[in-house]
């Protein structure tokens, strides 16, 4: 990604950047980005608006939407500009901004009293661009539609600040100088009952407690559903949950949800989702970050061996059979995630068995394989930590599944490693031949603690503590080189035993401090 393409991804994101380009003190190329510090303000220089919508309970009755069955309807939030309308001219963009507190059915905008600030309107077109958690443009919105002409219809939206864009276009056709087109805006978010959900919210709903697992390891938690039976494991079976349901609707589009929260600072935790079943499943799991899942929006889902998420670094699947799946979301984010199981066919008999449903948050997937041990760190701010697996050394990956050696193969590499130390028979031999007594018995100690010491490295033995076997192993073998050079030389004995002395002080704190490594 070049300086342009990512001044762009900014400035789609926060609205308005200053980006710019310098050289640092080694002459290296540096680009900064400055956003506004009011989350309200846009522009080049941050003096331009964003304009919340005051958001208030209202009556059920009065929903836009006709066909809302209001009925299931708990409450309706209605949300305005504080300013009752906005004059703009053509092709300038007024930006708004509202947040979606809770799980919600859908949302409906709406441009109301559209008119020309000095004529009476006739052929108006007001372009709305909306977008999730970013500033929306022509490029880059999620939805997008001529306000003017219809409402614009979010169905299960996203957790989180909502971005809403309105430009006047097409006013050429005016007689008029400088008409600007006059509106205002207003949106109504739609919420289920407790318990409830989906399309009309007809289908159940079930929020997920959280029961924290003891251990050292941070943020480790499984979830069960609120209010149901008692569970003896961090198992729940799922068709108690379905006993009350009214399948209303086409019976291919039958879902039960999930709601759960991550909380803060257990960004670094991997979802787990087990299914399993004495016959054969009869749901397919979707899940979605910030909402509910459907067939058109969802984050990850898992259908069948065919028909899933792909692999990748946030979506890991180990086991994909009849009968059972298992699947880990890596790296999940914090806060709400919603779940959703679809009904295969609800005649079959795959409901008439037993369906078993686990979800949990862990810090390593599958306990590191047994091949490992979970580590866990925090970032520089303190508040959120992160795991990750230590492989033995056999193993590796990021969940220690991987065997990068066999078992057959490490001893084998072992008895070689530990073997080749034999070497030190030669020297010492020829020292003992020479009568070099001292020579001797430094090359006869080097290796033996040489041996002593990739025994024990390899994991086969360990005959004293590693750090004493690593000292003695580096230690002996730059005495024994020291030793050969100095026992060639033909300078006195006096200045020999005082190179030795001095060696040996000096090799001793090299082996001491690491300076090899």
Known sequence: MDGAELMNVYLQVFGSLVFSMALDPQGHNQRCVEACTNSMMRGDLCNSSVYPLSCIASDVSNALEAKVNKSMLENLVTCKSNSEAFCVPEGVPTFFSMDIMNVAEEIIITATNIRFNVTPSNDISLMC????????????????????????????????RWYIS???????????????????????????????AGPNCTMDSYFLQTFVRRGSTPFESYYLPVGGASYDSANFPIEPLLKNSSYIGEPDNIWTYFLLDIPRGAA????????????????????????????????????????????????TLYDSTDVKV??????????TWGFGLRHLNTSNDSLKGLNIMSISLERCPKRCSSHGDCKFSFDASGLTSYSFCSCDRNHGGFDCSIEIVTHQGHVRQSIFLIASNAAAILPAYWALRKKALAEWVLYTSSGISSGLYHACDVGTWCALNYNVLQFMDFWLSFMAVISTFLYLTTIDEVFKRAIHTAVAILTALMAATKATR
């Not at 087109?181 to 318990?195: D, M």
């Not at 670094?268 to 979707?286: A, C, F, P």
């Not at 970050?289 to 984050?299: I, K, N, V």
């Not at 298992?326 to 806060?335: D, K, L, S, T």
């Open 129 to 160: 661009f909306v977008r999730h958690g970013a500033m929306p443009s022509v490029t880059s919105n999620d939805y997008s539609i001529d306000i003017a002409k219809r409402r614009l219809v979010i169905h299960s939206p996203l957790i989180g």
């Open 326 to 335: 298992n699947f880990y979301i890596m790296y999940a984010r914090e806060g």
């Open 166 to 196: 309105i430009v006047p276009v097409n006013l050429t056709n005016t007689q008029v100088n400088n008409v600007r087109v006059c509106y205002s805006v207003e949106s109504q978010v739609l919420q289920c009952p407790l318990g409830k």
């Open 268 to 315: 670094g935790g991997n979802i787990h989702i087990q299914l399993s079943s004495d016959t054969k499943i009869g749901y397919e799991v979707y899940a979605r970050f910030g909402g509910l899942p459907s067939l058109d929006s969802w984050d990850y889902y898992y259908a069948n061996n065919t028909r899933r998420s792909d692999p990748s670094m946030f979506f």
